[in-house]
Nanobody, 126 residues
């Protein structure tokens, strides 16, 4: 069955770094774009970043540009989110999701994402 499993979350001080992983199984990984989303307490879910099936196209939420980097290793069926210079406002549960091939114009709202992981908690606090 299709599975997406996130890992790498934790507690980090402001200015610190974390690398999240999204490990996929149960489907042809190279046929799917993967998006990272986050939801903070009391706030709506937002799309953080998305990478196309080949890795050739990436998109980012404006507030994380220059700090976060998404990448994928299709040989390992894994997508990574490197998060640097973390801020308290980055605190949230981060989840990954898949959609066929590309990150279309509506990806950030979750359009076309048909399977989701359960998420990993990132807490940025001193």
């Amino acid at each position: 069955q299709v599975q997406l499993v996130e890992s790498g979350g934790g507690l980090v001080q402001p200015g610190g770094s974390l690398r999240l992983s999204c490990a996929a199984s149960g489907f042809t990984f190279g046929d799917y774009a993967i998006g990272w989303f986050r939801q903070a307490p009391g706030k709506e879910r937002e799309g953080v970043s998305c990478i196309s099936n080949s890795g050739g196209s990436t998109v980012y939420l404006d507030s994380v540009k220059g700090r976060f980097t998404i990448s994928r290793d299709n040989a390992k069926n894994t997508v990574y989110l490197q998060m640097n210079n973390l801020k308290p406002e980055d605190t949230a549960v981060y989840s990954c999701a898949r959609r066929p091939y590309i990150c279309n114009s509506r990806w950030s709202g979750g359009a076309g994402m048909d399977y989701w992981g359960k998420g990993t908690l990132v807490t940025v606090s001193s």
